[in-house]
């Protein structure tokens, strides 16, 4: 199973629980583009963003 579907359960549940509102505005916003854009990377998602960021490499 893809790590989106993963992450698309657990937003599910958190809204069932009512604890997805108590999520940080930022979240929220990258939970909904991951329901809206399942087979989008975390990289393209993070380009949709009203504040894009991108992937910082750091070296081991």
Request: proline share 5%.
């Amino acid at each position: 199973m893809s790590a989106s579907v993963y992450q698309i359960q657990a937003i599910k549940k958190l809204k069932k629980q009512g604890k997805f509102e108590k999520l940080p505005k930022n979240l929220q916003e990258i939970a909904i583009l991951r329901e809206e854009h399942p087979d989008m990377t975390l990289v393209e998602l993070g380009k949709l963003l009203s504040e894009p960021i991108r992937k910082i490499w750091r070296k081991s």
